[in-house]
């Protein structure tokens, strides 16, 4: 939020020192009213009209040094500053300091009562342009009307339709952008191809530049219908020596005064005399400073030395403001490092707990399964012991019930059959029953001793061989053919 507020406070201090709006308030309101799109809006105030009482003041702080229009001439700022044929008034702020913002004193009026007015306004402004470029009646009208309606907010929706996404991106989208365009343009089909490397984007856009790459801003007022103008080009703007110095140290950028913006700037700087070159920065407020100015006919080694003079006297603030960001910047290094190896730190230690704690759940798991599969076995084994415990009482009790069933064993005679029982483990066992007995004794019988748990088998006789199965449970052992003695074996049957 912060952030926002000072890039919204940079765009108004921009804009006053471009249309020479002194009122802040009604300069923030025009924004807002364009979405704070500083090309759009200055666009809108194609009228090119100064305040009469706009004028140079030293609010700025350039290089460390507070600026006071009272400063005398001990300042270190007044010896640099070129104040041939500038008007009383100026010559006297500028030499209370060099470094000026290009902002005026006094409140404008309301936002209402100004865009109320802006049409007589325009006519106003564009009346003193045509005033020195005849024939161009028609090409201004239309500038009029177009910019008129721009700045009552009737053609905004037509420039930001331009600058959507059916715009190229190759072609510049701002009014200032094209005019330094055909500006660069029109000076080619005049002088040539060789000259300064002038900017093709507004006068903003050109000034943010040089402050991002820590130089001066070189600004030149090009006045097409100046006697001194062509001999000046030819033979100190566009001279080896010249452009050479230029595109080495500075950031160039030029406009033409029939132009919206190249006149707004034309008055922003108080140009009373062609050709006209100024030396400019981005000031530490967020305004323009004016460094030195460079008005009338001039020969390459004036100019070149007047450059050279602000270089060595204020270089210094470019240095130092170069050196500031560069320490900016390594401790944002730094700082980005510091956060990076903390965050790779802080990254390799919730690694760590998270196998710490992904260890710990797989131990803590494999301890609760553990402990799960040998309660399953205890129960198991517990339902195993209860079943082999409930099965042996059963046994246990048809085996008292067996025996109970066969009575006593009878003694020798005529009517007892002997039998003898051969056990799969080889032990053998006899007993006398009855001949009148079924086959269904000999079974109780087996069922009822101790060390015999077979839930299934049969008796089987081996000569030959004869199965007593259930078929003959009810035959008594004499009809069985088992009297007066019989030898069966246990055979088990599968289940």
Known sequence: MAQGSRDNDDKVAHFQAVTGLQDSSLCAQILQAYNWDLDLAVGSMADGVVPDDAAFTSSDNIGGHTLDASAGPSSPYDDGVNRVNMPTEEARLVNANRNHAVVPHQAGPGLIWRVATLPFSVIRGSYNVMYGAVGLGMWIAGGILTHSLGALGLGAQQHDTQRGEGASPLLPTSYGAVEALDFMRSFEREYGDYHPAFETTSF????????????????????????????????????????QFLNENFIVWGGNIRASEGYRMSNSLKASTFPFCAVVMASANQRVALLQQLDGPRS???????????????????????????????NRRLRDEQDAAY????????????????????????KAEAERRKREEEEAAAKAAREAAERQAVLEQRRQQKALALGSEPEKGSNVTEVLIRFPNGERKGRRFLSTATVSYIYDYVDSLPDFDA????????????VYGMDMMGMSLKDAGLHPRASLYIEIEED
Do not use: W
Request: net charge negative; glycine share 0%; aromatic share 8%.
């Open 204 to 243: 903003m856009d050109a000034l943010r530049r040089a402050r991002d790459q820590y130089k001066f801003l070189f600004v030149y007022l090009h006045s097409p219908d100046h006697e001194n103008t062509p001999p000046f080009v030819v033979q100190t703007l566009c001279s080896e020596l010249v452009v």
């Open 300 to 330: 390459a080694a004036n100019v070149i030395s007047a450059l050279q003079k602000v270089l060595e006297e204020q270089g210094a603030s470019l240095v130092a403001a170069r050196i500031e960001e560069e320490e900016r910047q390594l």
């Open 343 to 366: 965050r790779a730190a802080l990254q390799a230690d919730q690694e760590r707990e998270r196998q710490r704690q992904e260890e710990a759940e797989r131990l803590a798991f494999e």
């Open 455 to 466: 839930r299934s088998y049969k008796l089987v006789s081996n000569f030959p061989r004869v």
